[in-house]
């Protein structure tokens, strides 16, 4: 494992920020850490990081502990912080041969050359950082976090702010990079999640509230199903009730109804019988499943 997480809590003064969280990442994967704000993933990346010591737990990267290991947890481990703080007059070349520096590394320029390539900064390696847009200060962010060729990649809300082309392309880049490291990236942005991430965690209050796949998290979820019917005619509420195995009905208008019930009781036949029975046509009968979105705030509110 990349990265394992046992029962780590964090607390500033009385608040609780983190409360014995406890996961693992897998060597080679890219894993979305989810949640709304204020929900404790900085707090995490930090810890990880070394950047704040934890208050209980353990954690561990590429096997260093990153309270007794710092030193070795800081060499395998690139960070993106949030909000990427850089050095707005210096240029872009210059600041990531300073970051090659602190790293101690002795091909600098060779370094700085491979790493502007990677990120897609050769026109905008002489501009100063200040002139460059959102979307190229934070290439030149994962440049940065990337310079000492790192194992572990953390990016704390990499493509926060950006418009939907510059999302794309950092998007891209995270999956590129994805290929060879493992990376653990926080986001809001649920669409991302399923276009990058091999595995979503969802941390709520401190708290972690799922830890799987996309597919498996959506399959879990909709173990109740929604079928949602239109009528030509109207029914009585009890009418649809009375159907073995539906959970619950609720009314969209005076022909559309939405009838929940378990997946593993498909009640659609039974559905139909009662239209027949009542010389009522079904319009349409569609089954909703629900979006990740819908998982989402299930989860954390
Ligand atoms: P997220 O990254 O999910 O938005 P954070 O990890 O930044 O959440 O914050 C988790 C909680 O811890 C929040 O309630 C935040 O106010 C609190 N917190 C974070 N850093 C500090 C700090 N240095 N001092 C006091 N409270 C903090």
Redesign the pocket.
Known sequence: MSIEVTEISKY??Q?K?LDQISFTVGQGSITGFL??????????MKILTCFIPQSQGTAKVCGYDVFENSYEVKQQVGYLP?HNPLYLDMYVKEYLAFAAGIHKLKNIDARVKEMVEITGLTLEQRKKIGALSKGYRQRVGLAQALIHNPKVLIL?EPTTGLDPNQLVEIRTLIKELGKEKTVLF?THILQEVKAVCDNIII?NK?KIVANSDAKTLQAGNNLHVILSIELDKSIAIKELQGIQHVLEVKKIDEFKWQITFNKADDIRQAVMKLALENNITILSMKIEEQSLEDIFQKLTN
Do not use: V
């Open positions: 500033f003064g608040q920020a949640g709304p704000n204020g929900a404790g993933k900085s707090t995490m949030e704390d926080s941390i401190g």
